[in-house]
């Protein structure tokens, strides 16, 4: 199975900081024969199901701010939000869908400094 | 408008089972893969498994966790997708949300709002 591993578990980020999130995979996730790498970004709020916010690793889901970015390929990964607002607190959690079992990252949990 | 509805969740005591259904509107089940994403009390998330397309004759993938005791099904005349659990354990108490994605190489595009299911005696 690929593990995901998430850093770090829990921050606190002063509203319009920029706030960063890494998500690393056991092993690749870039799949070679489109050259797309088969992760995703969700975040969960309290009592809501997660939201999709990434896939393919960096591409944005449609009526998701421009705030949220992700980067990376192979194995390591990058949430971005480039100025925290206040309805961006929740968790955060990465996903390979590379292979089954499509494992979730333990989540990143964001609040207001 | 796409929309998903679980139901079935509740209290079952351990090594019983239960019957999870995922009602989904706005488009057309047999055409999509379907996931099945589990989240205990307090706890993150836990892919249970999904079902691929019809094109893809509807071939399956599970957890360990849950693989010989959780199956999934559908019934592409309600557009409904269902997950049958048996041997429930207390491990198995969590929020159960069904899943969908616009393609199969994307995340999860879609979510129920989740049932609970409780095992305890």
Redo the contacts between chains.
Sequence with gaps: DIVMTQSPDSLAVSLGERTTIDCKSSQSVLKNSNNKNYLAWYQQKPGQPPKLLIYWASTRESGVPDRFSGSGSGTDFTLTISSLQAEDVAVYYCQQYYSPPQTFGQGTKVEIK | EVQLVESGGGLVQPGGSLRLSCAASGFTLSDQYM?W?RQAPGQ????V??TRDKAHSYTT????SVKGRFTFSRDDSSNSLYLQMNSLKTEDTAVY?C?SRKSA?????Y????TLVTVSS
């Excluded at chain 2, 993150?44 to 892919?47: I, Q, T, V, Y």
């Excluded at chain 2, 190489?105 to 595009?109: E, R």
Aim: aromatic fraction near 18%; hydrophobic fraction near 35%.
């Design positions: 996931d994403v993150g998330l836990e892919w498994g999904r993938d599970y957890a360990a949300y899943g190489t994307a995340g999860i595009s979510w129920g709002q989740g």
